[in-house]
């Protein structure tokens, strides 16, 4: 349906980056689903294909790159882009990203515009 909300997951760990990205999301009409932690997300993921992931890099108990590698081995989720997002800004960040194969890469402070188009373009929509 083409008037269906789309859903995307962002998986953060600093509470107020969470909330401004999830109020920017909602407020440009995606549903979302948050989690604090790559372990809280790879369960969440268990139940649920998001149209779209939002992954932090730098977080405690597993890392924006160890939870990637997880989504990537689950073939469910074959087709759900993971875009990092980060602080790290340096290009040798921004190039272990890419190489890590996401799909693309968000530096942080996020520019909101750039963000919900970006996200628009990998959403089609």
Do not use: Q, W
């Amino acid at each position: 349906m083409a008037d269906e909300k789309k859903t995307i997951l962002i998986i953060e760990d600093e509470p107020l980056n969470m909330r401004l990205t999830v109020d920017l999301l909602e407020i440009n009409g995606f549903n979302t689903l948050s989690c604090c932690d790559g372990i809280a997300a790879l369960e969440t993921l268990k139940k649920t294909i998001p149209d779209l992931i939002l992954l932090d890099i730098n977080m405690p108990k597993m890392n924006g790159y160890e939870v990637h590698e997880n989504i990537r081995k689950d073939s469910r989720l074959d087709r759900v882009k993971v875009l990092a997002l980060s602080a790290s800004v340096m290009k040798e960040d921004e190039e272990r990203i890419r190489k890590a194969g996401f799909n693309d890469f968000i530096p942080k402070p996020i520019d909101t515009k750039g963000l919900v188009k970006k996200i628009r373009e990998y959403l089609s929509i």
